[in-house]
């Protein structure tokens, strides 16, 4: 059974930053894509970043420049660095592995709140 493990959420200020990891136990790790959403409170799921299996990466407007999607596959991880974080961007964040062919695997979220 594939393990997903993400970590890095927490409390920060306005213009601060975070880092989220997220592991995954897949076999042929490189083979598949990521996909970063995040939900915040009383609204829909939104994607934030893709990242894919050839290292192309795609932002949505609203975090583009201030966040980056980036992974190491010798570690089965992909990293998520948010700067310039602002309170709109408070929401449970989430990764999603995908591959053609392979059902998606979401990981189990993880919080984070930008508040002063």
């Known amino acids: 059974q594939v393990q997903v493990v993400e970590s890095g959420g927490g409390l920060v200020q306005p213009g601060g930053s975070l880092r989220l990891s997220c592991a995954a136990s897949?076999?042929?790790?490189?083979?598949?894509?990521m996909r970063w959403y995040r939900q915040a409170p009383g609204k829909q799921r939104e994607l934030v970043a893709t990242?894919?299996?050839?290292?192309?990466?795609n932002y949505a407007d609203a975090v583009k420049v201030r966040f980056t999607i980036s992974r190491d596959n010798a570690k089965n991880t992909v990293y998520r660095q948010m700067n310039s974080l602002k309170p709109e961007d408070t929401a449970v964040y989430y990764c999603n592995f995908y591959r053609s062919g392979y059902f998606a695997i979401w990981g189990q979220g993880t919080q984070v709140t930008v508040s002063s």
């Open positions: 897949l076999n042929i790790f490189s083979l598949y894509g």
């Open positions: 990242i894919t299996s050839v290292m192309t990466t």
